[in-house]
């Protein structure tokens, strides 16, 4: 939700500028995944400093697709490995913060349980899309745990974001299925 609309719409104005990036848009997603990891280890001991680090690696996430579209390089690979390496980072963040409140097993459980939700938005999606159903519907995308997650941690309110993600990350994907059936249902 977030993303598409804040990536389209900052590509035009900055379509110029994109245009004189001849880095590969997969060598992009990569450069954001190790700076993401590099975040969520920080975020294991510091998380002012892993949450700003995470910040900056889910730019270069934002970057990489509007690389690829501007120049005219997306591909079926660059979409997979995107993927792929979101739900890498998304294991690392989650796991960072969990190690880090090891010493409070209601916020390990926070984050372990929202980590799951976060897997479950990913694959409610990709599996209803194997089946043929279009299913991008959902309050919580990456972008919006992201922005919830790093704005907790940089700001020391890491469990209520913690409780915000684990609610709606699971709302997020009760809706991914009630649409599917919906959908499926009226193919008969």
């Given amino acids: 939700m977030i993303s598409s609309r804040f990536s389209r719409r900052l590509e035009a104005p900055l379509a110029p500028v994109i245009r004189k990036i001849k880095i590969n848009p997969n ?29 900056l690696g889910s730019l270069c996430d934002v970057l990489d697709g509007m690389v690829a579209r501007v120049n005219s390089r997306t591909s079926a690979l660059g979409a997979y490995l995107d993927s792929v390496l979101d739900r890498y980072s998304d294991g690392f963040i989650f796991l960072g913060i969990a190690y880090h409140l090891r010493a409070d097993m209601a916020g390990v459980f926070l984050s372990l349980g929202t980590l799951v939700g976060a897997y479950l938005v990913s694959y409610a999606r990709a599996r209803a899309e194997g089946l043929g159903v279009e299913c991008k519907v959902g309050i919580m995308e990456r972008p919006e745990r992201i922005i919830i997650i790093t704005a907790g941690t940089i700001s020391g309110q890491v469990i209520p974001a913690l409780w915000v993600l684990l609610v709606f990350t699971h709302i997020t994907v009760l809706q991914r299925i009630m649409h599917t059936r919906r959908e499926l249902g009226l193919r008969g």
């Fill in 27 to 55: 060598a992009i997603t990569v450069a954001g995944f190790l700076v993401t990891s590099a975040g969520a280890l920080l975020l294991a001991s510091n998380f002012q400093a892993g949450g700003a680090v995470v910040l």
